[in-house]
């Protein structure tokens, strides 16, 4: 989950193909929903509960629908918005994972 570029984009397909992960995307709809709260609230500071309620309904359905088995919240805003008790997959945090390979690598 992300805005439209990145969602769009080939980033995290091919980091994931890379490790034997399939990436399944949401549907166009749901692209322009997430991305539209993305860019018109949250880069603004408001997490609004409009938000995380589509959020999580985008999630719960490429849980039943495609079947996918987690979620990469691609933005820097989305872990503020969810919290991991709150979506119901488990969470691949971009900004923790970036976060800690920057730890590691500044300490090699």
């Known amino acids: 989950m992300g805005t439209r570029w990145l969602v769009d984009s080939e980033v995290y397909p091919s980091a994931l193909a890379v490790r034997g992960i399939a990436c399944v995307r949401p549907d166009e709809a749901e692209r322009d929903a997430v991305s539209r709260y993305i860019v018109d609230e949250m880069v603004r500071g408001?997490?609004?509960?409009?938000a995380r309620h589509c959020c999580i309904q985008v999630i719960e359905r490429l849980r039943d629908a495609q079947r996918c088995d987690g979620v990469v919240l691609g933005c820097t805003e989305l872990p503020l918005l969810l919290s991991d008790a709150q979506v119901p997959l488990p969470?691949?945090?971009s900004t923790r994972l970036l976060a800690r390979a920057a730890l590691v690598r500044a300490l090699e």
Do not use: C, N, R, Y
């Open 46 to 50: 408001q997490f609004s509960d409009a």
């Open 91 to 93: 969470v691949l945090d």
